[in-house]
């Protein structure tokens, strides 16, 4: 029984530095985008815009 909740503490605790990193990753992504003004990422569909100002998958607008 120690083993086990061992285990479900090590996965849940994996699972948040995921979540932290993830977050962290896109925020600097984000501040990435503010200042490219060529290349965005669709606040939709994640897609990365190379080039234009509308999604060419979903047809949202630039923000
Ligand atoms: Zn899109």
């Known amino acids: 029984?120690?083993?086990y909740l061992f285990i479900i503490?090590?996965?849940f605790t994996a699972l948040i530095?995921?979540?932290v990193?993830?977050?962290g990753?896109?925020?600097k992504e984000d501040t990435y985008t503010?200042?490219?003004t060529e290349e965005w990422d669709?606040?939709?569909c994640g897609f990365h815009v190379q080039a234009g100002d509308k999604c060419i998958y979903c047809d949202?607008?630039?923000p």
Request: proline share 4%; glycine share 8%; hydrophobic share 40%.
């Open 1 to 3: 029984m120690g083993l």
């Open 9 to 11: 503490f090590a996965i």
């Open 17 to 19: 530095g995921m979540i």
């Open 21 to 23: 990193y993830v977050t």
């Open 25 to 27: 990753k896109n925020k």
């Open 34 to 36: 503010d200042l490219d």
């Open 42 to 44: 669709c606040p939709e």
């Open 60 to 62: 949202t607008e630039k």
